[in-house]
């Protein structure tokens, strides 16, 4: 009986090899993380306004979801800004 192995090539997991690659990648993961969470959390706190039955502090309660979501995207795209100017300042220093 012939035993047949199969040939596999294995990658490494992790594909930078530099400090700024993996951060580049980081902020990458994050960035898309909180665009496909964004519109959850704005759902959920409308959840909260709709379903609040004239209750006001449900009604705070979603408002506040909404807003700190907000919030925290605005974050995200300004440490995702800062860290892009950063990266071209650098490149252009080291040409």
Do not use: D, H
Not at 3 to 20: D, G, N
Not at 33 to 45: D, E, K, N, S, T
């Amino acid at each position: 009986m012939e035993k047949i192995f199969a040939q596999v090539e294995l990658s490494p997991p992790i594909e930078p090899t530099t400090i700024p690659e993996v951060i580049q990648r980081l902020t990458n993961f994050f960035f898309t993380l909180a665009l496909y969470l964004l519109p959850v959390i704005i759902v959920i706190g409308g959840v909260f306004i709709i379903t609040a039955a004239g209750n006001p502090e449900q009604i705070e309660k979603g408002k506040k979801i909404i807003i700190l979501a907000l919030i925290g995207f605005i974050i995200l795209l300004t440490a995702s800004g800062i860290i892009a100017l950063i990266r071209q300042g650098l490149q252009l220093r080291n040409p």
